[in-house]
C-alpha cells in the first residue's frame, strides 16, 4: 500500500520535526535575534531619553563642549520650577487644554450619541464628518484660522465689518485657542463613545424606562454613566494630544503672546546662546506629565468595561427625534463647516488672491484681484522645492526603515515565545508617552554633540520619526497579524517550511494589505509631523512643516496659504491612496489621530 | 394592585413587512401567569415588547386593569415608564455602575419615593429574592442567577400591576436554571402579581405557567393550561413542539362523538382522537408522544393494540428509547427505569391508548417557517 507507506513517512516526519522544536523558540539564533531588535530600540529610543536627561540634569553645551565633562545637578529643575515664565507656559497648557478637552467632549459626546442613537437623517455623512478632521494637519488648521479670524484682517471680520456689526473674532486669544483645540480634537472622544455606545446592551436603557424614568433621565443616570470610562479615556487623549501639540499654539499663540510649554520649549533652544539645558528640563518635565495621562488612560481602557454584551444580538435602540432630528443634521453641516469648509475656503482665497486686503465684499469676487503669484513664487524658491524632496524622502525611509522594524517587533512580540520580547513590548510602546517635540530635543541631545555624525541629515528626521511612530505601528501591524490564524503557520511548519521560509510563504502575503496600511500611514504621518522636526533640521533637510511654518511666522500668508494647499492635496492623495490598500479598513484612523 | 392583561387582535408588521405578530389575542387573569412558549422567530418576545411599550404594534389593542396603554388606530400609546410594570430582561440588564440596593432603589427613586420608605422597601424586595446580605455589593461581583434575582427585585419593589419576564433563565448555567425556575413561581405567586413569561423551554413553560400559550410564525396557536396542552393539542404543531414525535399517516374512515377510526397507510385499524373540524375520509397524521406508547399488554384485549419488532434501542440512563418498527413506520416509544426489557429484533404486543392518539390534518406542517 504506497499511499499508507506514504502517510507513515509523512507522521514519522512530523515527529522529527516536534521531536527537535518548534520554530521560533529558543536557541542561540533567537538570542542574538532579540539582542538585535534591543539593540535597535536602544539606539532609537532609549539613548536618545537618556542623553535627554543627562542634558536636564548639566549645564554642559553639547555643540560646545561634546560630552567631556558631567556635572550632575537638578539645578535645572529647580531653577525652571521657579521660573515664573514656566508657570505661565504650563498654566496656559493646562487651560488651553482643559477648555480645548472640554469642548471636545461635548462635540464628540452630542455626535456620538446622534449618529448612534437617534434617527437623524444622513447618519453616514455625519458619522464621517466627525472623523474628518484627523486628517487635517493641525498646523494647516491652524494657518487657516488665521487667516480666517485674525483681529484686524480676517475674512471673517472682514464679513463682519460689512454687515455692520462691530464685534470682531480674534483667534489670536486663549479662547480662539480653546475652541481651535475643540473642534479639531473631538474625534478622540467621538471615537471612543460612540463604539461604546454602540456596543452597550440597550436592554440596559429599557429597564430604567420600564422602571419609570424619562428619556432624559435614562440618559443621565444610566446610558452616560455606563459610558463614563469611554468618555474619560476619550477625554485624557485628546488632553494629552493638545498637550503635545505645537502648530497650533505656535501660529494662534504667538501674536498673542500666549506661551504653552511646547512653543516655550522652542523658544528656549531658539535663543542666542540656546538654552539647551533648561529646554531639556522643561521638556523632562512635559514629558513626564504625558506619561502619567497616558499611565492613567491605559488604566481606565484596560479595566473590566461596563458594556455588557447580551445572549441575542441587538441593534441599539433608536430615538425618534421628530422635527428635532433636522437640528441634529443641521448641527452637524455646521461643524464640517467650521472645521473644513471655511478654512479650505480661505486658503484657497488666501492662496489665489494677489493681497489678502481685502475691502469689502464686492472685492473678494473680484476676479482680477486672483492668480497664480503665490504658487510661483513658492516654486521659484529653491528651498521649497527641497523640502518637497527631503520630505518625500524622509517619508519613504521613515516608511520602509519603520516598517520592517515595526514588523519584526510585532511578529517577535506576537508570534513567537523568544527571550525578552516582553521588554520589547514595553520598549517599543514607550513613546506613546513622549510628545513629538520632546523626541525632537532628545534626538537634538543625542547627536547634536558628535561630530560626523547624523545631525544635519534627513536621515536623523527619519529615525526620530520611527522612534515617534513606532507604537502605533507596532499596534497596527500586530493587529493584522493576529488575524491570521497560528494553525496557518505551523501547517506551513508541519509541511517542512522553515520559520523564514514560512514568514515569506505564508505570513507576509496574508498580512500585506496590513503591512502596506501600515506603511503608508508611517508615510503620511512622517511628512505631516512638525514638533520633532523643528530640532532637527538645517538648510540642507529642510522639510515642509518646517518651512510652512517659516513661511508663516516671515508673515507671508499668501505663500503660506499656497504651501498649505501643496500639503493638503499630498496628503489626500496619500490618504486615498492609504485606504484603497487598506480597503476600508478603519482600524488605522487611530494612529493619525494620536500624532496630533 | 395586580390587574389583568387583555391583548386584543395585536398586529406588528416590521418595516420589512413581515407580520412578527399576526392577530394574536389572549388574556390574563389578575394574579396569573402565563407563559408565551414558541421556537425563536415565533413573535413571543415582540408581543412581550409590546405589551410593554418598547416596541410599537401596527394595530390591536393592549390594556392593563381598566386602562388602554396601546391602541394605534385611536393613537393611544402609553410610554413604558407610564405603564406600572416590571420587567426582567434576558441579558439581566442590571446597572453594572450600582450596588444592589442602589439597582432595586432606583424605581422608586424616579417615583419620587421618601428615603424610609424606599429602604423599607428595597429590604423587602431583597429578602423576597434572596439577597438580603448583599445589599451593598457592586452587582458585577455577584453571579448571573444573583444578578437575575437584583433584576427581579427591581422589577417588582414598586408592586407593578403586571410582570414581564423575558426568557429570563436563558443565559443562566443548567443546574442553576432549574433552581431560579422553581423559585421564581413561589416567589411571583408571593407577590400576587400578574405575569407574563417568555420561553422557548417547555419544561420551564410547564412549571411556572398556571396557561401556556403556544406560538408559531407570530400566531398565538393555542392558549391552556398545561395538562390540556399535553393532552390535548389544538393542532400538529402544538402537538410535535410539546413532544409528540412519533406520526403515523393515514385516512379518516369514521367518526363518533370525539373519536374516530383511521386506517394506517400500512393497512391497520386504529381509534384516534379526533379533533372538531377533522372529517370522514380526510387524510391525517396520527401524532403520538413516546411517553404514551406501552409495552407489552396486561392480558385483556385492548383496543389499539399492535405488533412490532423492536428495530433499536437508545439507551439514555434513566430511560430507554426503544425504536419500533410497526403501522409502517418507526416509532419510538419511552420507557422509565434503568433496565432495558426488550431486545432488538425481539417481538412485542404495542398498546397506543386511542386518547392520546391524535389525528390531525395531513397538511399541517410541524416546522415553522
Given at each position: 500500500m504506497a499511499a499508507d507507506a506514504a502517510v507513515a513517512s509523512g507522521v514519522e516526519s512530523i515527529a522529527q520535526q516536534t521531536a527537535t522544536k518548534a520554530p521560533g523558540s529558543r536557541g542561540l539564533l533567537g538570542w542574538l535575534w532579540s539582542a538585535g531588535l534591543m539593540l535597535t530600540l536602544a539606539f532609537l529610543v532609549l539613548y536618545p531619553v537618556a542623553m535627554l536627561l543627562l542634558g536636564a540634569l548639566t549645564n554642559t553645551n553639547p555643540v560646545v563642549?561634546?560630552?567631556?565633562?558631567f556635572d550632575l545637578s537638578v539645578q535645572n529643575f529647580s531653577e525652571v520650577l521657579a521660573n515664573p515664565n514656566v508657570h505661565a507656559a504650563l498654566i496656559n497648557s493646562l487651560v488651553a487644554c482643559t477648555g480645548g478637552t472640554a469642548l471636545a467632549v461635548i462635540i464628540g459626546l452630542t455626535f456620538s450619541w446622534v449618529v448612534v442613537r437617534t434617527d437623524t437623517p444622513g447618519k453616514g455623512f455625519i458619522a464621517a464628518a466627525s472623523m474628518?478632521?484627523?486628517?487635517?494637519p493641525p498646523l494647516v488648521a491652524a494657518v487657516a484660522w488665521s487667516i480666517l479670524a485674525?483681529?484686524?484682517?480676517g475674512l471673517l471680520n472682514i464679513l463682519l465689518n460689512t454687515v455692520g456689526i462691530e464685534w470682531r473674532f480674534n483667534a489670536y486669544t486663549m479662547t480662539g485657542l480653546i475652541v481651535i483645540f475643540g473642534i479639531y480634537y473631538a474625534p478622540y472622544v467621538y471615537m471612543f463613545t460612540a463604539s461604546a455606545l454602540r456596543n452597550m446592551d440597550p436592554s440596559l436603557e429599557e429597564a430604567a424606562e420600564v422602571s419609570g424614568a424619562s428619556a432624559v433621565r435614562t440618559m443621565f443616570t444610566v446610558t452616560f454613566p455606563l459610558i463614563a470610562p469611554a468618555i474619560l479615556s476619550g477625554m485624557l487623549l485628546s488632553f494629552i494630544v493638545m498637550l503635545g501639540i505645537y502648530g497650533i499654539p505656535a501660529v494662534l499663540g504667538t501674536p498673542g503672546d500666549i506661551a504653552v510649554l511646547t512653543t516655550y520649549i522652542f523658544k528656549l533652544t531658539a535663543w542666542s546662546p540656546p538654552l539647551y539645558n533648561t529646554a531639556a528640563a522643561v521638556a523632562i518635565i512635559l514629558m513626564v506629565v504625558t506619561g502619567f495621562l497616558v499611565w492613567l488612560q491605559h488604566k481606565i481602557t484596560s479595566?473590566?468595561?461596563?458594556?455588557t454584551v447580551a445572549g441575542k444580538a441587538f441593534r441599539p435602540a433608536q430615538l425618534?427625534?421628530?422635527?428635532?432630528r433636522y437640528v441634529t443634521l443641521a448641527l452637524a453641516i455646521v461643524y464640517l463647516l467650521v472645521v473644513v469648509v471655511l478654512p479650505t475656503l480661505a486658503l484657497i482665497v488666501a492662496a489665489f488672491r494677489?493681497?489678502?486686503?481685502?475691502?469689502d465684499l464686492a472685492s473678494l469676487f473680484?476676479?482680477?484681484?486672483?492668480?497664480?503669484l503665490h504658487f510661483e513664487r513658492l516654486f521659484a524658491n529653491p528651498l521649497a522645492l527641497r523640502s518637497i524632496w527631503n520630505t518625500m524622502e524622509v517619508g519613504l525611509i521613515t516608511a520602509i526603515v519603520g516598517g520592517v522594524v515595526a514588523f519584526a517587533i510585532g511578529y517577535t512580540i506576537n508570534r513567537t515565545t523568544l527571550p525578552m520580547r516582553k521588554s520589547i513590548d514595553v520598549i517599543s510602546t514607550l513613546?506613546?508617552?513622549?510628545?513629538g517635540l520632546v523626541i525632537g530635543v532628545a534626538y537634538l541631545w543625542a547627536w547634536i554633540?558628535?561630530?560626523?555624525?547624523?545631525?544635519?541629515?534627513?536621515w536623523i528626521l527619519a529615525l526620530a520619526f520611527i522612534a515617534r511612530f513606532m507604537p502605533d505601528t507596532v499596534k497596527a501591524l500586530s493587529t493584522s497579524l493576529l488575524q491570521i490564524h497560528r494553525e496557518l503557520e505551523e501547517a506551513a511548519w508541519i509541511c517542512g517550511k522553515g520559520l523564514l521560509g514560512t514568514i515569506r510563504s505564508i505570513v507576509l502575503p496574508l498580512a500585506r494589505p496590513g503591512v502596506i496600511a501600515a506603511m503608508t500611514l508611517l508615510f503620511i504621518l512622517a511628512i505631516r509631523e512638525l514638533g520633532s522636526s523643528l530640532f532637527l533640521y538645517t538648510s540642507n533637510s529642510m522639510v515642509m512643516a518646517v518651512l510652512l511654518l517659516d513661511y508663516y511666522e516671515g508673515g507671508n500668508l499668501g505663500i503660506t496659504a499656497a504651501f498649505s494647499i501643496v500639503q493638503m492635496i499630498l496628503l489626500a492623495v496619500l490618504i486615498s491612496v492609504a485606504n484603497l490598500l487598506s480597503r476600508?479598513?478603519?482600524?488605522?484612523?487611530s494612529g493619525v489621530g494620536r500624532a496630533g | 394592585m395586580s390587574a389583568n392583561l387583555k391583548v386584543e387582535r395585536l398586529r406588528k408588521v416590521f418595516s420589512t413587512g413581515?407580520?412578527?405578530?399576526?392577530d394574536v389575542s389572549f388574556s390574563v387573569p389578575a394574579g396569573d401567569i402565563v407563559v408565551l412558549l414558541g421556537p425563536?422567530?415565533?413573535g413571543k418576545t415582540t408581543t412581550l415588547r409590546c405589551v410593554a411599550g418598547l416596541e410599537h404594534p401596527t394595530s390591536g389593542e393592549i390594556s392593563i386593569g381598566p386602562d388602554v396603554v396601546s391602541a394605534p388606530e385611536r393613537g393611544i400609546l402609553v410610554p413604558p415608564r407610564q405603564r406600572n410594570l416590571g420587567m426582567v430582561f434576558q441579558s439581566y440588564a442590571?446597572?453594572?455602575?450600582?450596588t444592589v440596593h442602589q439597582n432595586v432603589a432606583y424605581p422608586l427613586k424616579t417615583r419620587g419615593t421618601p428615603r424610609g420608605e424606599r429602604n423599607g422597601k428595597v429590604a423587602d424586595a431583597l429578602e423576597l429574592v434572596g439577597l438580603s446580605d448583599y445589599?451593598?455589593?457592586?452587582?458585577?461581583?455577584?453571579?448571573g442567577g444573583q444578578m437575575q434575582r437584583v433584576a427581579l427585585a427591581r422589577s417588582l419593589v414598586y408592586q407593578p400591576q403586571i410582570l414581564l419576564l423575558d426568557e429570563?433563565?436563558?443565559?443562566?448555567?443548567a443546574k442553576l436554571r432549574l433552581r431560579l425556575r422553581d423559585d421564581l413561581r413561589k416567589i411571583i405567586k408571593k407577590t400576587g402579581v400578574t405575569a407574563l413569561y417568555v420561553t422557548h423551554d417547555q419544561a420551564e413553560a410547564v412549571v411556572l405557567g398556571d396557561r401556556i400559550g403556544v406560538m408559531r410564525d407570530g400566531k398565538l396557536l393555542q392558549m391552556a393550561p398545561a395538562d390540556e396542552l399535553y393532552n390535548?393539542?389544538?393542532d400538529l404543531f402544538v402537538a410535535s413542539f410539546t413532544g409528540a414525535s412519533n406520526l403515523v399517516e393515514g385516512r379518516v374512515m369514521a367518526r363518533e362523538g370525539d373519536f374516530g377510526q383511521v386506517d394506517a397507510k400500512s393497512g391497520e385499524k386504529m381509534s384516534v382522537w379526533l379533533p372538531a373540524g377533522?372529517?370522514?375520509g380526510e387524510a391525517v397524521k396520527v401524532a403520538i408522544r413516546p411517553e404514551n406508547v406501552r409495552l407489552g399488554t396486561n392480558g385483556a384485549a385492548e383496543p389499539n393494540t399492535f405488533r412490532a419488532r423492536v428495530s433499536g434501542t437508545r439507551y439514555q440512563g434513566t430511560q430507554t428509547v426503544y425504536e419500533l418498527a410497526m403501522l409502517g413506520a418507526t416509532i419510538d416509544a419511552l420507557e422509565l427505569g434503568t433496565r432495558v426489557r426488550f431486545p432488538i429484533g425481539g417481538e412485542i404486543d404495542v398498546v397506543l391508548p386511542p386518547v392520546q392518539c391524535w389525528a390531525y390534518p395531513a397538511q399541517q406542517t410541524i416546522e415553522s417557517e
Open positions: 563642549d561634546g560630552f567631556g565633562v474628518l478632521p484627523l486628517f487635517v485674525s483681529p484686524k484682517t479595566r473590566r468595561s461596563y458594556t425618534k427625534l421628530g422635527p428635532w494677489r493681497f489678502l486686503f481685502i475691502r473680484d476676479m482680477r484681484q486672483y492668480g497664480l513613546p506613546v508617552a513622549i510628545p554633540g558628535l561630530p560626523g555624525g547624523l545631525y544635519g541629515t534627513i476600508g479598513g478603519s482600524g488605522d484612523s | 413581515k407580520a412578527a405578530i399576526d425563536s422567530g415565533c442590571v446597572w453594572p455602575h450600582m445589599a451593598s455589593r457592586p452587582v458585577t461581583q455577584l453571579s429570563p433563565l436563558s443565559n443562566l448555567d390535548r393539542p389544538a377533522v372529517q370522514p
